[in-house]
């Protein structure tokens, strides 16, 4: 009966228990244990019925993943050489539970082990070493504050503070706890102190201006708060304390420049335009006392000659924080124009959004601009009269250039001005080629259209036999007309040598040297091909042919233009360049007109 009720009370306890038989390996050490008794307990932790574990091995249980048992096993397995009374830790990973199991042998080759929930022990653990945590990272920040820190008891007595005032003040832990925090300002001013802590406990005041003197006697500029809270349970006056002495120090370097700047200086409020200060300069340049400027608004004394000057600066602030380089026109007590630079930038000063102005005076500089810009226009005109002279010279020089041509020729008529406008056309549709849009300026346009009637001057070199001849030349005098090109250029090139810089002339030598080139290489005198050939040459060559398939010659009848069109459109891509053909077609109509016009 009694080892029934031992039984029953195993059973029924709350802690697992399970006892296991060893199984060795030939080598004598424990490789495995078989289950003998579990009690409900550890069905319970385990999920699992005793059927599936009494009398089956770790492994064997460990082998069947699907049990929640198996894992239990695992461990077992793991801790197998776990030593007498010792114990080990199970996380069932399912339902985040942690089982300890302690470890007893009773007896050789037998296991007992007791298994308790330590879920909540565990939990309660991390959360203390979370609020432990937790404690350090404050402490850690609240000594890493750059700020000096004071806890005061209701009494004003010091009971903490951080780390910055103990290394700024040169005072122990010791020297200031539980004493008035008023031992760390001036003697002179701790009534003072005391008063503004009462007002700002009463919401009557911001901070307290008053400062802090240092162990070594050092006054430290700073700005005080103080808020009503609670520490470690009690109620506290939380202090801090920031250190503005750079601030003051930038805000005297501040105060000089602006004082003693040249330039004209205002600070107003941006809500209401209220002038805050002027500098020395200002009252200087605009006949005002301070007192008069202070208080009042740009508007009230009328500065901007006109208002809409004023109204745009402050749209323009609306959207941008910053107006620089803004001219406006500006006047004076006495009424007195000047023309002033504005440069204005958005800036707070305590609570308010306030406007820094600064005005130079660009009066003298602008009349200095208006003289100057008068002089270059005069300058400007001189040069566009000499400019005139020279280019109606050089063109003169191209005119007369062209009449010796005429002179030789029996059907230069309207010639001459076909050639011209007809190039002048073709330029201008080919300019709208991408290809040709940085080459092909108005210059270009200018240069080929005066620069066409030179391509065949080259021409007084040939007989008149040969150049009048009214039939089919000879090979031998085809030959002979082959040269022109040459000595038209030649010719050209003795001019271009006594007049030198005339844009005329020089691209007069590229059209009259290779106006008969042709795209594919085939042409004369160079048998240049493609781009190899000067732009003006292709241009005036395809016009060139058209007027000659349309004028009326010793040895043949004008075509019409259709019949014309038809024979240019053949030679594309082989006597012309493609893009200049494409061109001609763009501005056929044009041309026809033309032709209809001067045709002789």
Not at 279 to 291: L, P, Q, V
Request: aromatic residues 8%; negative net charge.
């Amino acid at each position: 009966m009694e080892i029934e009720y031992l039984l029953q009370l195993v059973e029924d306890m709350p802690m697992g228990f399970v006892k296991m038989k060893i199984i060795f390996g030939e080598n004598g050490d424990p490789v495995d244990s078989k289950i003998l008794f579990v009690n409900k307990a550890m069905e319970k932790f385990s999920e699992t019925n005793k059927n599936e574990l009494l009398d089956k091995s770790l492994s064997q249980i460990a082998a069947q993943g699907s049990l929640k048992a198996s894992e239990w096993a695992q461990t077992g397995l793991n801790n197998l050489t776990t030593q007498r009374k010792k114990s080990y830790v199970h996380h069932d990973a399912h339902s985040n539970t942690y089982y300890k199991f302690v470890i007893n042998s009773a007896d050789q080759g037998s296991i007992y082990a007791l298994v308790f929930d330590i879920t909540e022990e565990i939990r309660h653990a991390e959360e203390n070493k979370k609020a432990l945590d937790a404690m350090a990272n404050f402490y850690d920040f609240f000594n890493a504050v750059y700020d000096m820190l004071f806890i005061l008891d209701n009494d004003g007595n010091i009971i903490h503070a951080n780390k910055t005032v103990f290394d700024r003040l040169g005072y122990t832990e010791a020297e200031l706890y539980k004493q008035s925090v008023l031992k760390v300002h001036p003697k002179d001013r701790q009534d003072e102190a005391l008063k503004n802590v009462i007002e700002m406990l009463q919401g009557k005041r911001e901070y307290c201006p008053i400062p802090i003197v240092a162990k070594n006697g050092q006054t430290i500029a700073v700005e005080t708060r103080v808020k009503t809270g609670h520490w470690d349970g009690q109620p506290v006056l939380f202090g801090v304390v920031k250190d503005i002495s750079e601030l003051k120090a930038s805000e005297e370097k501040f105060s000089k420049a602006f004082h003693n700047s040249g330039s004209l200086m205002s600070i107003s409020r941006l809500s209401d335009s209220i002038i805050i200060d002027v500098n020395e300069a200002y009252c200087k340049k605009m006949g005002y006392t301070r007192e008069e400027v202070i208080g009042k608004t740009s508007l009230e004394l009328e500065i901007f000659e006109n208002n809409e000057d004023r109204l745009q600066v402050l749209k323009t602030l609306e959207t941008t924080s910053s107006v620089h380089n803004r001219e406006a026109r500006v006047k004076s007590k006495d009424g007195s124009i000047y023309n002033g630079l504005f440069n204005i930038d958005l800036f707070y000063w305590g609570n308010d959004t306030c406007l820094m102005v600064s005005m130079n005076d660009i009066t003298e500089h602008i009349k200095k601009e208006e003289e100057v810009m008068k002089y270059n226009q005069l300058l400007t005109n001189l040069v566009n009269e000499k400019v005139k002279e020279i280019t109606e010279a050089q063109l003169a020089t191209i005119s007369a250039l062209s009449n010796i041509t005429e002179s030789r020729d029996t059907d230069t008529g309207s010639h001459v001005e076909r050639l011209k406008e007809g190039c002048r056309i073709v330029a201008e549709a080919l300019s709208k080629n991408e290809r040709y849009q940085q080459l092909i300026t108005p210059e270009f346009i200018s240069k080929i259209q005066n620069a066409s009637v030179t391509h065949d001057i080259g021409k007084v070199g040939i007989k008149d036999s040969i150049l009048l001849k009214p039939g089919k030349l000879s090979a031998d005098e085809f030959e002979h007309i082959k040269t022109h090109p040459v000595i038209g250029a030649n010719v050209l090139k003795q001019v271009y040598h006594n007049y030198p810089g005339n844009k005329y002339i020089e691209m007069g030598i590229e059209i009259a040297e290779s106006h008969h080139e042709k795209w594919d290489g085939s042409g004369y005198p160079y048998q240049l091909k493609q781009d190899q050939i000067p732009l003006s040459a292709q241009i005036l060559a395809i016009c060139d042919v058209y007027d000659a398939l349309r004028s009326r010659k010793p040895y043949k009848e004008p075509l019409d233009h259709q019949t014309s069109m038809n024979q240019i459109l053949s030679d594309k891509g082989t006597h012309f360049n493609p893009e200049v053909v494409d061109a001609f077609i763009a501005c056929e109509e044009v041309i026809k007109e033309l032709y209809t016009r001067l045709l002789d």
